[in-house]
Structures are given as C-alpha cells and as structure tokens.
C-alpha cells in the first residue's frame, strides 16, 4: 500500500517539476539568463528522476505480487512466470505510459547534456518543450491513467497478463519500439527549438540528426522485432498484416527515413532546410496522432490493447502540437528558403528530393489507409481497407524508392555525367540478369518480374561500390591498416551501404514469402503423411501437458529427422481462453510453419500447414541493416560532453 | 499520503535544481580548481 502512495507522489512531484522546467527554461531562453536556463535544466533531470524513482516502484510492486495495486491485480498474477511479471510494467496502459515517460525522461537529459554546442537559446527552448511533452504525459498519468491506482480490497491473486503476451517476444518488442516511439520527442524538440531561436543552420542538423537516427533505429529494431514476433506467435502465417498499430509504427519511421537522407542535402549543400525541419516535426506529430489512434480504440484493430478514456487526452496534446508546429513553421518559413540556382534533377541531391517525395506518398497512402475507418465513419458508412488496397497503392511508390536506390548511390552530387551511365551498368545488368533467371522459371507476375530484380539490383550497386573501395584500397598499397583507414574516413557511406545491402536482402525475403506462400488445410490420423510444396510431414500423435499458469495440448508433427510440435495452450484462470503456439522449421530456402487448430473425437487433428519461401532472408537483412547504421554512426562524432552552459560567478553572497 | 511524499520529493530534489542560484563564489572557485 505505501508503494501505492510512494509512486503517485513521485509521479506528483515529476509533474510539478516538469511544469516548472518548462516554464522556467522558455522564459530563462528568451531572455538569456544563463543561471535560470541551467535551473530549468537540472529541473528536467530532476523530473527523469522522479520517473525513475515510480518506475522502480511499479517494478517492486509488480515482482513482490503488491496485489493492493489495481494495475499490479489487472497484469500479473502469481502463476505467471517472474519475467513476464517484470515486463507487465509496460503490458498494460498506465505502465506503458510510464515507461513512455521514463524513457523521454531518460534519453532527454542525455540529449540536454550533450547539447552544448548548441547556444544557450537553443538548448533552454529544448529543454523548455521536452519538459513540456514530459508534462503532458505526467498530467494523464496523475490524472487520467496512474499506474497507482489502489483497489479498496486486496484480492488474493490478480487477473493475469493477457495469453498472447505471455511469450519471450514481451520481453523484446515492446520495451524497444515504445522507446523508438519515445525517443522521436527529441529530434522534434531541437527543430522546434532551433526555428523558435530562429537557427536554421547546420548546427543543429548535427545534433538532431543523431537524436533521430537513435529514434529510427530504435523504431526499425521495434518493427522487426514486432513482425518476428507476430509471426511466431499469431499463427496466421504472416508478419505483417497492415493493421492501424503496425501502420502508425510504420508511419514514423519512413518520414525519419526521408530526413535521414534529406539531412545530407543540408550538410552538403545547404538546400532543404525548411524541409528537414518538416520531417522531424512531421515524425513526431505521426507519433503522437498514432498514439492516440491505437490508445483512444477509435480504429478497429486486431490489437486490443489498451483502449481507455485517455482518447481525448492525446487528441487535444496532437491538436496542440499541430497548432504549435505548424505556426512555427509558417512563422519561420521565409527565413528557410534556399536562395541560388535549383539543384539539377539528375544529381544526388534531385535523388534525395525524389526518394523523400516518395517516401512521404508512401506515408499518404498508409495515413489514409489507417484513418479511412475513421473518416467514412463520420459520413455513416464505415469502410475498412485491406491488404490489396495498401499494395496497390505503396507498392509502386516502393518499387520506385528501390530504383533509387539501385541508381541513387551512383549519381554524383551537383550534376551527372558520363560516368554516371558507366557505373548504371552494374545495377541494370543485375535486373536484367534476376529478370531473366525469373521469367526462364516461368514466373509471369509483374510485381514477382519487378521487386525481386530490384532487391538485386540494390545489391548490384552496393556490391560495386564496394568493390570501387577495394580497388582504391589495392592501388593504395593494401593492407589491414590501409583497409581500416579507408572504411573509417568514409564510415558513414560506407555503413549507409551495408544498410542498404540489407534492405535488399529484406525485400528479396518479403518478395519470396509473399509472392510463394502455399498454405494447406488438413486433418490427420496419426501416422498419416501431408505434403505441402515438396516438404512431407507426418502426424504421429498428440498429448496434453500441465504448466504452471496453463494446460497444453501438443502435436508431433515429423518433418524429415525433426520433429515439430505445435501446440494449443489454454489458460483455465483467464476464463478458458486459448491460444495457438506455432511450431516453425526455418532453413535459409523456407520455413515450414505448422499450425494446430485442434484434436477431434476420432484420434484425428487438424493443422493448417504453411510453406513461407525466405523469411528468414527478412530477419538477417533486418540485422544487417542495423548493423550497418551502427557501424557507420556508432563514433562517427562523441557527443560534446561539456558543461552545459558558460559558468557564470553567482550573484547570491557576492555583496 | 500521495501528496506528503511529493512534498518530500520535492524537497529532497530542491538543492540540486536550485544549485545555480545558491552557489557562492567559493564555491565556484573550488569547481574551477577541481575542474
């Protein structure tokens, strides 16, 4: 019970704190005052301190079953495994706004300390509207959604977290794109806080850059993690169903993509200035419309979690920083115009403009792909798109991102010419080649002749400027010492290509287990065989087996030497409720992905049997592209760890 | 309950936040020796 009041009243205090920073840093930035913009900052690391401090209350009220909490009684109980109790921190509402919070919180403060080589103003207005954002969410945590809640009678047990999170994927996924989801406030509060001190150079570009690479390879982890989670546990033999909350993850992270690229134009030439500045703040805004589409339930979506009363809430917060954004944009805009010639269409910077156009066509699509329920629903008649709808309307959009991907990269900056023809050889050559291998076995869908060919001829490209390396690295004279110095003066290209490498291979195993999926129905004997696409699976009996929090009924399913066992669990405390556990064979040419949809009277079960072509191509080129953009930034530049602002001799005692 | 541990919260984070305005210039001197 009194961690009960503990944690509220450091949720209290946070609040009361982040008022004051935000108030405090405003006023110490506009008016300068070097002493009062440090208290408004040490104000902001004292409000991620009292998050923290609530955090580890919630955390010891959880693990120590402190069932007095109402949130404690609704995400855990005592069958369920110490992990997963661990993680009901952020399972539910109340807690993910915490750890929302706490993370903001958290990586704010760092983005404070390093943020000295920024000015005075430009750091106090960031601190001012990262304390403000800290605000807002502190305000519906005390009021609205406090994980603090105490319950008038203290049950002897508590509900249970809900079957589908009770898996290991709980303890990756949501941890990682909450904090990606969290983590886009500060890009967003350096722009902001750049064009209200009316700075729009490079400076800042610097600074908000990392901030939004974090935020982006937070999201890109969270996403993939997210579809190889769904993909084991939903069992319905995909990854990515176009549902509200896997588009407004999605929506987020291709806008940082663009500015990711687009920020390039501004360091090499200057140009795209009021541009940048859009994308972040659109980003952020993505976020928070987002959050409050998945969190207010006024979009159907196969995700039940979390629909409350904090609707409103997020409404009006995604109404304010619409407003705000959007003024500050239209207030600064003429000081953001590029003067000078227009770039040249055909040069690195016409590519980078080109692939932001398309990629924010692709977050339209998706946006009103995701708002469509809404929007119709106001008219009377609500409608609902599809799959169909979103790849017909992205995928050309994609297939044209991939182009430029292939050519991009090979464009000089400024203009083209001759060379640019040359060096188009290799990508061209790579489709062409894919092109005909595909059309020789007699493949004839045009979207089959075109991703795949472009996944190649992506890598086509990154191939031959790998090689360009390697011949420059020979002419130097070779040597590991020549290679090291080579690759680290040019780490950040270098590493944007390995990204790229592996988004092909992303694309060449979304195409494969899309384009050649085959699916099967069946009912079984045991000791009969199925065969699915070339693979023969015999069924040789099931059993029921008695967890802990949950019964199972398993399946043997033999699969050459292996034996698969998918199983259905059912959670007798939750009302009966169960869920399919998925049995999956993975090799680097298919997955063989058998799924239990029950036992009959008759000895018999019954399986629906999938053959997913290359998924595991999807899981690698995920981790091949944070690998990239890891080694490309990891020391790119050490943060500027300085004191904060110039040391001033303080005025209290001097008399 | 809830708000006697804010109270104390606050009271408790006070010093730090407030440092730069309660600082003396010994202070400063001793900060500037040691850094």
Known sequence: MILAYLGAGALLAGLVMGLFSAMLSFWAGWSQNVVMVQVGRRAFYATA????????????????????????????????????VAAAFYGGQEGSLLYWALILGLLGSVALVASATLGLRVAAYAAGIMAAILSFFLVVLVLVASPFDVLQITPPDGLGLNPVLRDGGMLIHPPVILAGFASFAIPFSFAA????????????????????LLAWGLQSTGLLLGMWWAYHVLGWGGYWGWDPVENVALMPWLATTAYLHSSQVQERRGRLRGWNFGLVILAFLLVVFGTFIVRSGIVPSVHTFAVSSIGPWFFGFLGACLVFSVGLLAIRGGTLKTRGEPAPAVSREGAFALQNLLLI????????????????????????????????????????????????????????GAPLVRALRWPAGAFALIVAVLFASGVRSLPALLGIPLGAAVAGTVLYEYFRAAMRWRRAGAGWARAVALVSRKRRRYGAYLAHLGLAVVVLGLAGSHFWQQEKDVTLQPGQQVSVAGYSLTYTGSQVRQLSDHSELIAAMQLGDRTLQPARATYASLGGQSLTHVAISSSPIADVYVVLAGTNGDGSASFRIFVNPLV???WSGGAVIILGVLLGNARERRFAVAPAVVRVPSTVGAS | MTLLFATLLLFAAGPFVLWPLIRTPEDDLEDGVRG
Do not use: C, K, N
């Not at chain 1, 120590?64 to 609704?74: G, K, N, Q, R």
């Not at chain 1, 009316?198 to 600074?207: L, Q």
């Not at chain 1, 182009?403 to 090979?410: D, H, I, N, Q």
């Open chain 1, 361 to 416: 066509g692709v977050v339209a699509v998706v946006l009103w792909g995701t708002i469509l329920p809404l929007v119709s629903g106001m008219t009377g008649q609500e409608r609902v798109v599809g799959a169909a709808y979103y790849e017909r309307a992205a995928g050309p959009l994609f297939a044209a991102i991939l182009v430029l991907m292939a050519a991009g990269p090979l464009v000089p900056w400024r203009h083209a």
């Open chain 1, 616 to 618: 595991t191509w999807i």
């Open chain 1, 193 to 212: 806080a750049a064009l209200l001190a009316g700075r729009s150079d490079a400076a800042w570009i610097a600074h908000t850059r990392r901030f939004a």
């Open chain 1, 49 to 84: 301190a009292m998050l923290v401090i609530a955090s580890v209350v919630l955390e010891t009220a959880l693990l120590t079953h402190d069932f007095s909490l109402a949130y404690v009684t609704e995400h855990s109980d005592l069958s369920t495994p110490i992990a997963l």
